[in-house]
């Protein structure tokens, strides 16, 4: 720990770590210096003139954003100076800005509406005409509104320091200035452009997939982790009609900082489509399928399993599973006198390494929870396209149990010798056909759980969507067909199968779901993140 | 001394700074080419103003210019730093920068295509379109402006009978308005080419014009 500073900032005293600049030590008492080209992930030029405050014997007032703190200084951020000097500053940057907030993508979390709300002029003096530049295409998922830019530049900085790939600059000069590309050479081919759009503090550059799709102040936002590799990114899930509307990198210094790839960032239609499981699908006696309730369908189960008897099941998982499904379902297994439990996953040839942030990547599983998979007993089997490795499985002629694989490189005679076939999904699969029992279950988005990543981190998240008729998380249907084997207690929660996991599974030992909290804990640190 | 056709007395004297004479200064004896192997900026006075034929096709960094450019290069540690007069000569070369040529510089100092037109751009001496054989900026900041520019510049536009920004057909004038030349004690300031021409008023204008067109014609 460096040496401690104390400071006093608007009257309350504060202690930082010296070399902390005086906006940092302001957040750490709840004060937010407004500002815009500050960013914690990148260098600070201090241009953006609005987080400038009053620092007692200082001739001028001191961007914050770059003001080392010091010793018995004295800061005020909401001086008469400070206050006088932030009115000034937005009513130049309101000179230019054409106010088409109503149209506007960003209104309702934008720092220029903010803060002119909060600390603005009521109306600009300007009687100069604005000059326009209207719009222009980056490429990729980006859309550019030069008219609403306010010259912080940090999408520049980004491309620059962190994807370092210097697609973006500044144009021209003085107020004729613009943020654009090499002519018509565009962000395209580059991995990781949909952060530009994140720390855009204005409705500047925006998202060409969102555009115009939904107003920040109807969008539900819930803690998640991102599902498209085992990175596991800390992301939000922005919601409204029980779809997904987009995803947004969380913060957390140890997994992502604020960043997340493209690749993540728009890999979510596959929540989104229709055509869900809604009912449990019981095989009656005349071999013809049709709907049940849980009761009965989990009853007839339970029955079939007892009838069977002794047969080794063998369960194929997906490993976009939670820790929770993966752990009930071998516990399950367990409870069936044991059988082998494999899992199939898609791997990308390269990892993407973000050159600024090197701890996070694209990974080259593009599953979020082999490694929780791997650490349960589920053995990896097919190609990188996740398709073969069941030849066995197809024709066995004990206990199958499908969870989440959707099948679909398999036949339609997939399982037809099985004595008991069991197919848990949230969407029907062709493979399914001669399936005994097709149980509706959750996908990430719409249950709690956690993965474990590829460092081995274990991250939990949180539903965000309503389940499709009566889709169940996969723990509570087999935590139940288990309680009743085992004669224990069926878990009422995704804590109770996580701790039921953690009782059962080494690596897991001695955590519980509440120790996750929002940042995770490493069990299991065999992986050693690539510099490349 | 020449035959000057036109008044300009904002000649400072010998300063004995550098071995010219008021003539060399003034006189024809500094149009013509500027030396190949470069040279310092506070010998900028003898830099011509009617400059060589350009040719926006030309080659670039090839023979003499290669050596140029490497001899550039080692005056700096990090070859970025040597952007700012590799750029010029590309201007020298082609008469204006072109994305092209942007990309080629970008290539040659290892630097994104993007951050080298921002860098372009940042620069109002660096041509972003092709201009005429002589570019005549005139200032039309304060000084200038309060002396009368605003009639100067309307007398260029006349005589030329081009538009602001604009070159010739004949492909001989481009008139631009600058800010500031750094020249505002003997107002109005105008820039043609390499070269200043100092209180210049209205009435100087067509003589100027004359003098060179007459450049023009002798190149020929």
């Known amino acids: ?532 | 001394m020449s035959d000057v056709p036109f008044r300009n007395p904002g000649w400072a004297g010998n300063t004995g700074e550098f071995d010219l004479t008021e003539e060399q200064v003034r006189g024809d004896d500094f149009i013509g080419q500027r030396p190949l192997h470069g040279g310092h900026s506070s010998v900028s006075g003898t830099m011509p103003y009617m400059l060589v034929e350009r040719n926006p096709q030309a080659g670039l960094f090839e023979g003499e210019y290669q050596e140029r450019l490497e001899k550039i290069l080692t005056r700096y540690p990090k070859k970025r730093a040597a952007l700012l007069p590799v750029l010029g000569m590309v201007q020298e070369l082609r008469g204006y920068v072109s994305p092209e040529s942007m990309d080629r510089v970008a290539e040659l100092l290892d630097l994104s295509p993007a951050y080298v037109r921002g860098v372009t751009t940042f620069y109002t001496m660096y041509n972003k379109r092709p201009v005429g054989r002589h570019l005549v900026q005139v200032c039309t900041n304060i000084s200038c402006n309060l002396c009368g520019a605003d009639e100067v510049l309307a007398a260029f536009l006349r005589y030329t009978d081009i538009e602001l920004g604009a070159t010739s057909e004949d492909g001989d004038f481009t008139v631009i308005e600058a800010e500031c030349l750094a020249a505002c004690g003997f107002p109005t300031c105008v820039q043609i080419n390499s070269r200043y021409f100092e209180n210049v008023t209205p009435a100087d204008v067509p003589k100027i014009i004359e003098h060179l067109r007459a450049q023009v014609a002798g190149s020929d």
Request: proline share 4%; charged share 25%; net charge negative.
């Open chain 1, 1 to 532: 720990m460096a040496e401690l500073v104390t400071l006093t900032i608007d009257g309350q005293e504060v202690a930082v770590p010296r070399g902390t600049t005086i906006l940092e030590a302001a957040k750490q008492i709840g004060k937010q210096v407004p500002h815009y080209c500050y960013h914690p992930g990148m260098s600070s030029p201090a241009m953006c003139r609005l987080c400038l405050v009053e620092v007692e014997g200082a001739p001028n007032s001191m961007p914050s954003c770059v003001t080392a703190v010091m010793e018995d200084q004295v800061v005020h951020t909401e001086s008469k100076q400070a206050l006088e000097n932030r009115r000034g500053v937005l009513e130049f940057y309101l000179v230019n800005h054409p106010l088409d907030c109503p149209i506007c993508d960003m209104s309702g979390e934008c720092d220029l509406q903010d803060y002119v709300h909060a600390e603005g002029r009521d109306r600009g003096r300007s009687d100069e005409p604005k000059r326009v530049f209207g719009r222009d295409d980056f490429g990729g998922d980006v859309l550019f509104y030069g008219d609403r830019c306010v010259m912080c530049t940090r999408c520049v900085r980004f491309m620059n320091e962190v994807e370092q790939d210097q697609r973006l600059t500044v144009v021209e000069r003085g107020n004729r200035s613009v943020i654009d590309t090499f002519f018509e050479e565009g962000l395209e081919g580059t991995h990781w452009h949909g952060n530009i759009v994140d720390i855009c503090p204005v409705g500047a550059l925006v998202s060409k997939e969102f555009l115009h799709k939904a107003r920040a102040w109807d969008l539900e936002r819930t803690s998640s982790i991102c599902p498209s590799c085992s990175q596991g990114c800390n992301i939000e899930l922005h919601t409204r009609d029980n779809l997904i509307q987009r995803i947004k990198p969380r913060e957390n210094l140890e997994v992502n900082g604020w960043w997340m790839c493209d690749f993540g960032r728009h890999n979510h239609e596959w929540v989104n489509r229709g055509g869900q499981l809604e009912d449990p699908l019981v095989r009656g006696p005349d071999g013809v399928i049709g709907a049940a309730g849980w009761r009965d369908a989990l009853g007839d189960l339970l029955q079939h399993v007892r009838g069977v008897g002794g047969a080794r099941v063998k369960a194929v998982a997906t490993p976009f599973a939670s820790n929770e499904n993966l752990g009930t379902l071998a516990e399950l297994v367990d409870a069936l006198g044991g059988g082998d439990m494999v899992y199939r996953s898609v791997r990308a040839e390269d990892e993407i390494v973000l050159k600024g942030f090197p701890t996070l990547a694209r990974r080259k599983d593009l599953a979020p929870n082999t490694s929780g998979a791997e650490l349960i007993g589920f053995t990896r089997v097919g190609d990188d396209q996740a398709a073969g490795g069941l030849e066995n499985i197809a024709t066995y002629d004990g206990i199958i149990i499908i969870m989440g694989d959707e099948l679909s490189d398999q036949e339609a005679n997939f399982g037809k010798e099985a004595a008991l076939f069991v197919y848990m999904g949230d969407q029907q699969s062709p493979a399914a056909e001669n399936a005994h029992f097709v149980l509706p279950v959750s996908t990430f988005a719409e249950e709690e759980g956690s993965f474990t990543n590829v460092a081995g981190r274990v991250q939990c998240f949180s539903p965000a969507l309503k389940a499709s008729g009566m889709a169940r998380p996969a723990w509570m249907i087999l935590g139940a067909l288990a309680a009743e084997l085992n004669k224990g207690d069926a878990p009422r929660s995704a804590a109770d199968a996580f701790s039921s996991l953690a009782s059962r599974v080494e690596a897991f030992a001695g955590i519980t779901y509440g120790d996750l909290g929002t940042r995770g804990v490493v069990v299991n640190e065999t992986y050693v993140l690539s510099e490349n």
